[in-house]
């Protein structure tokens, strides 16, 4: 937590995020000597493993379009004087509604709901227990349907604890702005609730196939390893967030982070000499 706090201070990105990329991302390389170990004893063969290699380009490609997925919803600033005789130029804004605003969160509550049944056969020794923690094991369809139908419940659950569409229209109204051909107030956030419910459950379509993804994959093709799930979506979401962090810092011209004086001295040639 120390070192986290640190990383967060001093340099880019979130500390205690990027400790959990590394620990996840440093696991991909012993992963793909052991990938290779069971094709030389035809464990794998070559075809299962080229087709795998495309399945995770493409999934990947997908996640990374997924989270930054948003529907901007258009919104108006009118003219309006402000103190003194100033004036506030009108403009032109949108909102971003982000299609996976739950990030990994519905998959951590659905997996902690569905290993309920064999903790408690575990704990009881009951043999009805133990039959009905065998049949939402990993690998059962019942498995899949009731992570599939988790996993969407905590979408929207997630989403609607996270996402005030009161609070925006609010301070919509405050600052005198509109989204054209909606009225103010109420009419807004329902509004903003509706196309909300819309885009989400893409999202949790989403959420439910990478969730689902690994034990397709420990199903269909035998690897040490697996490929989805939460990690994929913390990996790509902290990667994300440190080069958005990253093109900030070179856009605004903060070096502080990167020399130990705290600015950058240029010298080159001019008419009347150096700078």
């Not at 070559?46 to 948003?70: D, E, H, K, N, Y």
């Not at 108006?76 to 949108?94: D, H, L, V």
């Not at 094991?137 to 996402?163: D, E, H, K, Q």
């Not at 959420?207 to 989805?228: K, Q, S, W, Y």
């Amino acid at each position: 937590m120390w070192l986290g706090e640190q990383i967060t201070e001093r340099g880019l990105g979130n500390g205690a995020s990027l400790i959990i990329f590394f620990s996840i991302v440093e696991r991909f390389w012993p992963g793909i000597i052991s990938t290779l170990g069971f094709v030389k004893t035809q464990a794998v063969g070559p075809f299962s493993l080229v087709v795998l290699g495309i399945v995770m380009v493409g999934v990947v490609a997908g996640t990374i379009a997924v989270t930054m997925a948003a529907r901007r919803v258009m919104i108006q600033i009118p003219q309006r004087t402000m103190s003194r005789g100033r004036q506030r130029e009108a403009a032109k804004n949108f909102i971003p509604l982000r299609v996976n605003a739950a990030g990994v969160m519905p998959i951590i509550f659905a997996s902690s709901v569905i290993v309920v049944p064999g903790a408690i056969a575990s704990f009881s020794g009951n043999a009805r227990a133990a039959q009905w923690a065998e049949y939402v094991s990993p690998g059962t369809w019942l498995y899949y349907v009731l992570s599939a139908i988790l996993i969407v419940f905590f979408t929207y659950f997630y989403t609607s604890i996270i996402f005030n569409p009161v609070d925006i229209s609010e301070n919509l109204k405050k600052q005198g702005g509109f989204i054209p051909g909606v009225k103010p107030g109420g009419k807004t956030a329902e509004y903003i609730d509706h196309v909300v419910s819309r885009i989400t459950f893409p999202g949790a379509l989403f959420l439910t196939f990478i969730a689902l993804l690994p034990v397709f994959i420990a199903d269909m093709i035998n690897v040490p390893f697996r490929f989805g799930g939460t990690s994929l979506l913390i990996v790509v979401g902290v990667a994300l967030d440190t080069i958005t962090q990253v093109n900030q810092h070179l856009l605004l011209r903060k070096y502080d982070g990167f020399m130990k004086k705290g600015r950058v001295r240029f010298r080159g040639r001019t008419t009347g000499g150096t700078y």
